[in-house]
């Protein structure tokens, strides 16, 4: 018998390439190519193809477009408003973070006004009674299936019509045209298109949960995350109570909005107001801490960001940062260092913004600086102090963007100081009581005098 030939897919462009090679030949990407066997192609000529209808821009009507909402606030908050007809939107996340969770409790809420298509290729429809009953699920409109062959799925929904499909999990689900095993790249290629073609044809929303690899990252090739209308992330410790709901791809809305739960027994609560929840438990009177007023989206949050910084034993010191960017971390070190004279060589140093929120913004740099200066000298920053400020090269503080409601949260949350960039009271009213002192610095030394000004 013959051997059917293989071919080598990359998992980051979805590129084919008849060898292995170490490094993908159309995108770059290392150890990526794996071995698969190609989907058979029809013999005989091409067909013919289709005609299509087009429109003319202005005569287009969009005021129908309908979203649902889903009784979730935070994930109608990352999804740009609510659920958008006929959108496929992907979920992904570590094992047991709180996606199948999140969906069954959706189905909860919009079950009562929407029917509803559950599909799991991985539990029983009786595993997912008891998983239902347990959340407290229950709605005459939520009809479960497990089955995972991807045309016998898009044959139900095209007969029975249900106005939302979710499918859990797409590395069950295999194509019978494919002769690949499922979770393959050529698998999930080919059954999120298919999912896709069914969602725009029958406009109905459809969610997709994916599986993560040993990175982290979403599995499956890159192209999948093309194909989609949404991808949202799940991010958090299995171990920590908190989740944060984040868009990585959105056609539909912002890519910077955040969602924010808490894991219970009875499954995921919104957390309403995440600025106290990320500094509940902070330590007063303890050096190496600071406060930062993010902005995630429209949504300003406050963070606690600690440094702790130690004599090494290595002759390369550490240096490590957890939901803080690695490269930014070496430069604010190597600012303080040559500006300011601190000598961090022979120091290990360790960044961790609490609460498991990732913050990529520059407005952080400041923080950071202060928490790094803060701990090295072993002084306390005042616990009713907040600061934000993006830090230059030359050791100079630069504005950042939507500078009142960053001042108007800590004002809320019972801050009465905050050091800003100079340059930031530009956006601020001259008129208005923000009810909270606003300290302006040029660079970081006037930024670490301030923290000497007594009031």
Not at 80 to 104: A, M
Request: aromatic fraction near 6%; hydrophobic fraction near 40%.
């Amino acid at each position: 018998m013959a051997k059917n030939k293989t071919v080598f897919v990359c998992s980051e462009c979805g590129g084919e390439s008849s060898k292995w090679n170490g490094k993908c030949p159309f995108c770059g990407a290392w150890n990526t190519l794996e071995e698969t066997v190609p989907v058979a192609v029809v013999s005989g000529k091409a067909a013919a193809a289709a005609p299509f209808n087009y429109s003319r821009i202005s005569e287009i009507n969009y005021e129908d477009e309908t979203r649902y909402g889903t009784g979730i606030s935070e994930l109608d908050r990352v999804l740009g408003g609510g659920l958008v007809k006929g959108s496929l939107v992907l979920i992904g996340g570590d094992p047991g973070i709180g996606k199948s969770t999140l969906l069954l409790q959706i189905c909860g809420f919009m079950g009562n006004d929407h029917t509803i298509l559950y599909v799991s290729g991985e539990e029983s429809e009786r595993q997912i009674k008891l998983r239902a009953e347990r959340l407290g699920v229950s709605c005459d409109n939520l009809f479960l299936a497990s089955n995972n062959n991807c045309e016998s799925i898009i044959k139900a929904v095209c007969e029975n019509k249900p106005e939302i499909v979710i499918i859990d999990s797409i590395q069950t689900i295999t194509s019978s045209a494919i002769s690949s095993a499922a979770g393959s790249i050529v698998q999930v290629r080919e059954c999120t298109g298919a999912f896709m073609r069914m969602a725009k044809s029958e406009e109905i929303p459809v969610f997709i949960v994916s599986h993560v690899n040993k990175d982290g990252g979403i599995a499956g090739p890159k192209i999948m995350e093309h194909i989609v209308d949404t991808v949202l992330y799940f991010e958090g410790e299995k171990q920590m109570s908190y989740r944060i709901l984040r868009a990585i791809k959105n056609r539909f809305g912002s890519t910077n909005e955040i969602g924010v739960f808490s894991m219970d027994d009875d499954g995921l609560k919104e957390v309403e107001n995440p600025s106290e929840m990320m500094l509940s438990g902070r330590p007063l009177n303890v050096s190496g801490s600071a406060v930062i007023c993010a902005v995630e989206g429209t949504r300003p949050i406050l963070a606690e960001v600690q440094a702790l910084v130690t004599k090494s034993t290595l002759s390369s010191p550490r240096r490590v940062a957890t939901g803080f960017d690695y490269n930014r971390l070496c430069m604010i070190l190597a600012v303080l260092e040559k500006r300011m004279g601190f000598a961090f060589g022979g120091l290990d140093v360790y960044v961790n913004i609490v609460g498991g929120l990732k913050i990529d913004e520059p407005a952080a740099d400041l923080a950071v600086a202060m928490a790094l200066y803060s701990g090295l000298c072993d002084k306390v920053i005042p616990h009713d102090l907040m600061v934000f400020g993006e830090v230059g090269l030359g050791g100079e503080l630069r504005a950042v963007s939507r500078v009142a409601e960053r001042v108007k949260e800590g004002a809320r949350l019972g801050f009465t100081k905050c050091v800003i960039p100079k340059n930031s009271f530009k956006a601020l009213s001259k008129n208005s009581d923000y009810g909270i002192k606003i300290i302006g610095a040029d660079t970081l030394s006037g930024a670490f005098k301030a923290l000497e000004k007594k009031d």
